[in-house]
């Protein structure tokens, strides 16, 4: 089955700087990932998504990239702010089994200091 | 609120009893999905429920969980004779046959 690592487990940044984090899975069907923002005690908020088709997708201060040949794929977030502080979990649709479930990363806790 | 919901947001239990929680998916999205996730971790997939049929379980998941989608709308969650290793946040997410899921507040489980 899929399996989806994800470093680093904690990134703290200065205001107005760039943070990236990235992720590896090991499945190339995997052909959906998406990346889930979690800020404490609330419920994953999707941010951004990507399909195996496309390369990079942009959303103002966010975007992904995916490389389908090493299979990883980093979420960089620009002019990171304070409220850009929280946990963010990368996951791969899995595909082999036809649940479409998703497998999680383990998550990276983001600090933006101001 | 249009969104997943779930209920109860906490429970507090003592080991040995049995637990259920209920998830009321987007009107209308077919596929269900629960997830458990404890401190520090990612969701972890626990089952999914395509209508009313439940088509995948967790390996991961002991006898002891079962979960229903009785016409394929809301969706239960029982746990019995609970463990301390049971305490977590459980979430729910549905999705309407796209690849986006939407996930419900969760319900946190403390056993004590």
């Known amino acids: 089955g899929e399996n989806v690592e994800q470093h680093p487990s904690t990134l703290s940044v200065q205001e107005g700087d760039s943070a990236v984090i990235k992720c590896t899975y090991s499945d190339s069907a995997s052909n959906y990932f998406p990346w889930y923002k979690q800020e404490l005690g609330k419920r994953p908020q999707l941010i951004i998504d990507i399909r195996s088709n496309v390369g990079e997708k942009k959303d103002q201060r966010i975007a992904v990239t995916l490389n389908k040949t090493a299979k990883h794929f980093s979420l960089h977030i620009t002019e990171t702010q304070p409220e850009d502080s929280a946990v963010y979990f990368c996951a791969a649709k899995e595909t082999t089994s036809g649940t479409y479930k998703y497998i999680f990363g383990t998550g990276t806790r983001l600090k933006v200091l101001a | 609120d249009t969104g997943v919901s779930q209920d109860p947001r906490h429970k507090i239990t003592k080991r040995g009893q049995n637990v259920t929680f209920r998830c009321d998916p987007i009107?209308?999205?077919?596929?269900l999905y629960w997830y458990r996730q404890t401190l520090g971790q990612g969701p972890e997939f626990l089952t999914y429920f395509q209508n009313e049929a439940q088509l995948e379980k967790s390996r991961l998941l002991s006898d002891r969980f079962s979960a229903e989608r009785p016409k394929g709308s809301f969706s239960t969650l029982e746990i019995q004779r609970t463990e301390q290793g049971d305490s977590a946040m459980y979430l729910c997410?549905?999705?309407?046959?796209?690849?986006?899921?939407?996930f419900g507040p969760g319900t946190r489980l403390t056993v004590l």
């Open positions: 009107s209308e999205h077919n596929r």
């Open positions: 997410a549905s999705s309407g046959g796209g690849n986006e899921q939407f």
